[in-house]
């Protein structure tokens, strides 16, 4: 459905592709808005899309599983020091707790990636799909700080194979940049620059460690200092224009 035929020039300038509309709304990311676009969740004007590339003007009607979309969305950008016991989805089939408990926002908003329920610290919350896929795709490699506190002092060598990168069942892990403290062996700060899936506590317990503290103390240039466990802040300007600038949006 391309909607594009007799359209004055005008017109045409105001047009843009579906999948940017969905972005731009909140709704989800770029790619993941070509997905819902696929499998047919998508109506223009009461029409099922699934052509990807599909261009709508802003005053279309556009659904999503029959849920209408506002062009016009305030952009949020949320900080989250995340404390224990609150999982990092937007809702739970089995009546945990759960991040937007803690966020009590008429604003329909999404974590920026995943912290485990016992990992505290930095999380950041945002209607902006552009901007929150960017920040946890791999090839911009935005930086996360983690302070890790183990079970017994961390072995030179193991910090430094660590550093190098570490074969995890079927993939290995980027460099990292790994701080033993001078005072206490067992505190370590380790720098990565991708996502994978508990990548911190895996990696320490390839070589035998427990990791007993997991706290993420910094998201690309975002800290959670000032804010208690459980506290939330909005992010300022220069902030938000911070992170779009380490990923290409700005």
């Known amino acids: 459905m391309k909607i594009t035929s007799q359209q004055s020039p005008e017109h045409e300038q105001q047009l843009v592709r579906l999948n940017k509309f969905l972005a731009d709304a909140g709704i989800a990311s770029r790619r993941k ?81 995943r912290l485990d329920r016992n990992t505290t610290g930095v999380l950041l919350l945002t209607n902006d799909g552009e901007l929150a896929a960017r920040l946890t795709h791999p090839r911009y490699g935005v930086e996360r700080e983690y302070i890790v506190g183990l079970d017994k002092p961390l072995e030179a060598r193991h910090a430094a194979e660590i550093a190098r990168g570490v074969r995890l069942d079927d993939e290995t892990t980027g460099p990292a940049e790994v701080i033993i403290s001078p005072s206490d062996a067992r505190q370590v700060c380790i720098v990565l620059r991708e996502g994978k899936n508990r990548e911190v506590r895996r990696l320490f317990e390839h070589f035998g460690y427990e990791v007993r503290k997991l706290h993420r103390s ?17 992010l300022t300007r220069q902030e938000v224009l911070s992170l779009r600038k380490l990923v290409g949006l700005s």
Request: aromatic share 6%; hydrophobic share 30%.
């Open 218 to 234: 910094r998201y690309g240039t975002i800290t959670v200092r000032s804010l208690a466990r459980g506290e939330y802040r909005h």
């Open 33 to 113: 808005a070509d997905e819902l676009i696929a499998r047919g969740a998508v109506k223009v004007n009461g029409r099922i899309v699934t052509e990807l590339g599909t261009k709508v003007h802003p005053g279309d009607l556009v659904t999503v599983e029959g849920k209408p979309v506002s062009p016009y969305k305030h952009l949020t950008y949320i900080v989250l020091n995340k404390p224990k016991d609150y999982i990092t989805t937007t809702s739970d089939e089995r009546g945990r707790k759960t991040v937007l408990d803690l966020v009590p926002l008429k604003t329909r908003l999404y974590p920026v990636g």
